[in-house]
């Protein structure tokens, strides 16, 4: 690590693999691993190609850059790209061999019209919305998009799919509402395909991480699973069912870059928020422009030597503020310059986990995780050297 870095984070690829085993095992089909949004902020490259080594036969991504990138890097493994692409970039889409999204009947045509053009067949994964109410088609316009598709020449009907809205809380009854509706709606493409004397079977696809681990009816021929891969929970409440072990991917780290005695009642930081109960604090240089949520002022915790230590104060752009403890100023073991400071991950025999930030920050582990800024080195361990 270079004197020069001011916080880490450290990516365990052999968690990450561990978790990808453990996923797979336990629901028994395909995963296909979401890479999106730069591996949920551990990065695609190195992330993906570590998926690709234990197995991953197809990885998602939420936009034709994140695909593009993971090419360069000489992924070979199939990429689903989980929205419509642009106009502007369906050759490069077909260029890059992707599994395209479907919803709608002009990017229909338009694909089929490229594929053909460039003398390819694109593979699609039809998008049904039953509930999510967000990207899709609706059943019935899903029905005619689909006996179009099959009709059309330069398209191939690779997977049918829906997403989950609630399922990270599954004792909310409308997971099984969506999989009902998804569950006629395969009914009906069923009969189409069939009068079709269709020969390949799309792949069906419904969950994410938590329908994948509490709905078994929602696995189809595959899940997709993200948050899990990189070991946090859905949601705070989401119950991990037993025989799932998973672990957290990322730790991040940083050092004191700053200690010093401040005089008694002192307000660190902007707006002057809180008063120190102790007069020593310690400056670490992370802030919310690497990630560190602003949201966090006043209500996070680090660890410098395996201690909980308060951010104290407004989280700025650059550094944070914490207090020392008085247990370790009595007991004669200060914080010193460059100790190292764990924002998110264990140290000693404590934890500060994503799912924990998130709690403080009043959002969930996705935001935490994937705000973590360009400014943040990410170093790999656990993966071949
Ligand atoms: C992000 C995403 C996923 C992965 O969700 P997790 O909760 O992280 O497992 C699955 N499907 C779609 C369509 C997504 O956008």
Not at 196 to 209: D, I, Q, T
Not at 218 to 247: K, N, Q, W
Not at 253 to 264: E, F, G, I, N, Q
Not at 310 to 330: A, H, K, Q
């Amino acid at each position: 690590m270079s004197e020069q870095a001011k916080s880490w984070a450290v990516v365990d690829l052999g968690a990450l693999r561990h978790n990808y085993e453990q996923i797979r095992r336990f629901v028994g089909v395909p995963v296909i691993c979401v890479v999106k949004a730069d591996a949920y902020g551990h990065g695609s490259v190195p992330v993906s190609q570590a998926l690709v080594d234990a197995g991953a036969e197809m990885l998602a991504v939420a936009c034709l850059e994140e695909a593009a990138t993971l090419r360069a890097a000489g992924i070979k493994a199939s990429l689903l790209l989980l929205s419509e692409a642009d106009e502007s970039e369906v050759d490069e889409g077909l260029e890059l061999d992707l599994h395209f999204a479907v919803y709608s009947k002009s990017f229909l045509d338009l694909l089929a019209e490229r594929a053909r053009r460039a003398g390819r067949v694109a593979p699609i994964h039809l998008k049904v919305d039953t509930g999510m109410h967000r990207l899709g088609a609706g059943p019935k316009e899903a029905l005619d998009l689909l006996e179009q598709a099959v009709a059309l020449e330069g398209i191939a009907l690779a997977g049918i799919w829906t997403h989950m809205a609630v399922a990270d809380d599954p004792s909310d009854p409308f997971t099984r509402t969506q999989l009902a509706e998804f569950t006629t709606f395969l009914q009906e493409a069923e009969a189409i395909l069939e009068g079709r004397g269709a020969e390949e079977h799309p792949l069906v696809h419904a969950a994410n991480s938590a329908a994948a681990l509490a709905f078994p009816e929602a696995r189809f021929d595959a899940v997709r699973a993200g948050i899990t891969l990189y070991g946090a929970r859905p949601s705070a409440t989401f119950p991990m069912p037993e025989g799932v072990d998973l672990r957290p991917v990322l730790s991040w780290h940083s050092r004191v870059c700053l200690v010093k005695d401040v005089p008694p009642g002192a307000r660190p930081s902007y707006g002057r928020t809180r008063a120190v109960e102790n007069p020593r604090i310690a400056v670490i240089p992370v802030g919310y422009a690497d990630g560190y949520l602003r949201s966090l002022s006043n209500r996070a915790e680090v660890l410098i030597g395996g201690q909980r230590h308060p951010v104290v104060g407004n989280v700025t752009m650059d550094y944070i503020v914490v207090e020392c403890r008085n247990e370790e100023l009595s007991a004669g073991r200060d914080v010193e310059l460059g100790d190292e400071v764990v924002l998110c991950g264990p140290q000693g025999g404590d934890e500060v986990s994503a799912e924990e930030l998130a709690e403080r920050a009043g959002t969930i582990a996705y935001e935490i995780l994937t705000r973590i800024g360009p400014r943040v080195r990410r170093v790999y361990v656990g993966g071949p050297t």
